[in-house]
């Protein structure tokens, strides 16, 4: 019968390290920086469009309603 001391020793219990030198490191830094700075340009315009697309749409529908309004104040004068 196993208890959990013998699972825990058993299994291995270390991770793998990697050294590597500081211009590597600066490199790997660099490059994450730019994925990151790539990320958020491509989100701001996602939002801008998103913005556009839903102001576009709030415009179009004050317009039907100010119609609807004037017609129906239109038929109410009548």
Known sequence: MYSM?????????YRPVY????????ELKKNH???ELDEITTQKV????????QLKHLEERE????????MLSASKNK
């Open 5 to 13: 001391f013998d699972l825990l020793f058993e299994t291995p219990s």
């Open 19 to 26: 050294v590597i030198s500081d211009s590597e490191m600066k």
């Open 33 to 35: 920086h730019q994925e």
């Open 46 to 53: 996602r939002l801008e469009d998103a913005f556009k697309a």
């Open 63 to 70: 317009k039907e309603v100010k119609k609807e309004l004037k």
